[in-house]
């Protein structure tokens, strides 16, 4: 076997670390496929001998690909097709975070320790032993996945069942403007790595939710479950599918007497976002930019405007408009991976835990000054914070920083917040609610239908635990075009290129 014993013991390494899955059979097959002789004397035997380590190599680059967290090239190729190439400097910047020193350094030294040893002693005898070994670990590590399969089929169907209807307001009409503000790339755990989960902005919701799965890390799922909030959790093959027309939330919005405005900080044209949102119950095209307003570019150099002077501009033109209520869809994507400073051609060799935590201050500055606005304007106004997915801004052994393939659930675990804001509440001691069971945008979109039907701004039931325990409980499992993560029991299951359950090591999820 030779130096092709580097290949298995660094496979071990990774393994080890968690860095690399190990399935058994398949690098069993490589090592049997390696040590297999080709005869001296049979004809074309050079020939034979090159096509045997062309087909190794190939053979060992394709298993470990297989046993890498990451997606199967035909999806990853999927996913580019339908968000479009970044940037080249994006591009570099996830190369330079993907490469770590230390792993580097330690696979040099097996390499080494291998070139040595292969000169003194027969390496193939070790492979084996190892294979020995490693048979009861990864037979210990299999979990059952029928059990699983089925956890995750029982989940879905009940979830078909489950909608939210939106009931007239008691009194006949309205009382407020409803904001969603919809922010691309936040979590808890983001804000945990940035040193700012404890802000004060969060203080000031009447709702904090601090278990709310957006169960996706990409941007265009995320938008469409939000935009169909009003029915149960949907699997990721069925979300570009249409679904009845009482899934819809804008509109039910609409139905029940909001004017519904879409506002983006972008052109929306990345992944056919504003396309999206036209195809999932907001006809009316997004309110147009103000030029002056350009803030940052995105990770494909595309424009990306300032919250406050955007958001801004739209509450002075609702203002001056003759609609009685209204219903805003904002989102904005200042935080995304690779968003920079226009000019800048340097970001991508910039610190982004540095960059992220620049850009998310501007963000709260710049929605704490528009909430502001807001409480000065005497409006009712219900502010509901939500945010897309995380950034992935720590990573792990088994998805670097900006990977969001695996939606682990310290991807999709959100800050979501409720404010009313209105001359009954903005004076008001605060009378903060936390929220901490499992929930999902079902829960939201029943949140949101009860305020409809009977005010926050006319009565003070909201201030009771009474209230959260109506909120309609959602349990844990996250999709991507490649691959699932459910919760059963107080475990956690990763179904991905192989479609084999997995479990995930408990100190990725914590």
Known sequence: MGLWSFYFFAKLFLFIQGVVKFDILYNFGLAIFLILPVPEKIRFRRVIFALKIITGVLLAVSIFWHDTWLPSPLDAAKELKSQGIPSKEYIYSFLIRYYDQQTFINLGIIFSACWVANKFLKLTTFVMIMFVALIPI??????????????????????TSRVVRFKAPKGGKLDFDLLYLHVCSLSWDDMKDAGIENDQFFVQFNFLFKNFNTATTYSGPALVRFLRSNCGQTSHSMIYKDQPAECYLFPALDWVGFSVFPVLNHDGNYGGFAKQIKQNGIPRAPMELDQSALYLNMFDNSPVYDDYMTLSKWWKMRLASDKQYAA?????????????????????????????????AKLIVDLSKFIK?????????????????????????????GLRDIPLPD?????????FIGPKFNNAPRKQKVVTKPVSYLGLSHVVAKLVEKSPFQTDDYTYNSFIDTIPQTDFMAENEGGSVIKVGKKYYHSGKDKKWVELPINEIQ
Do not use: C
Not at 374 to 393: C, D, I, K, T
């Open 328 to 360: 805003l869809y904002y989102n904005t994507v200042s935080l995304h991976e690779g968003s920079h400073k226009v000019g800048d051609k340097e970001w991508w060799k910039r610190d982004r835990k540095w960059l992220y935590k620049e850009f998310l």
């Open 373 to 401: 606005d807001l409480e000065a304007s005497g409006r009712n106004v219900v502010v509901v914070f939500v945010p897309e997915h995380g950034m992935a801004l720590r990573g792990s052994a088994i998805q670097t920083a």
């Open 138 to 159: 990864t037979i210990h590590a299999q979990p059952n996945e029928e059990e699983i399969s089925m956890n995750t089929e029982a989940f879905l169907d009940s979830e």
């Open 411 to 419: 991807i999709t675990n959100v800050p979501v917040g409720i404010k």
